[in-house]
């Protein structure tokens, strides 16, 4: 298991192997729980979330920034509130 910091000091060519090889193994886990072979099931989920940490560093990458930081959330109140100032003059009219 690798962490995000770890993840982030490999090679665009390592990363890229981790991700095919995770996807590989995943896909594989996933076959032996269907036919019922599978006794640690919670492998599945390590091999998922180690899936979506690599992927999420690859995607950090090609953005060019750190993915890991909130977005600003719009003031979507502020225009709310206009809009029922208009509605509320058209009625008094």
């Known amino acids: 298991m690798s962490t995000a910091t770890e993840l982030r000091e490999k ?54 920034e750190p993915a890991a930081t909130p977005a600003a959330p719009a003031e979507p109140e502020a225009e709310a509130a206009e809009t029922t100032e208009e509605t509320t003059e058209e009625i008094d009219e």
């Open 11 to 64: 090679t665009p060519q390592e990363l890229d192997q981790l991700i095919a090889d995770t996807r590989r193994v995943l896909l594989d886990l996933r076959f032996q729980n269907a036919s019922g072979e599978l006794d640690d099931t919670a492998a599945l989920r390590r091999a998922r979330r180690e899936l979506a940490r690599a992927l999420t560093v690859a995607r950090e990458r090609r953005a060019g």
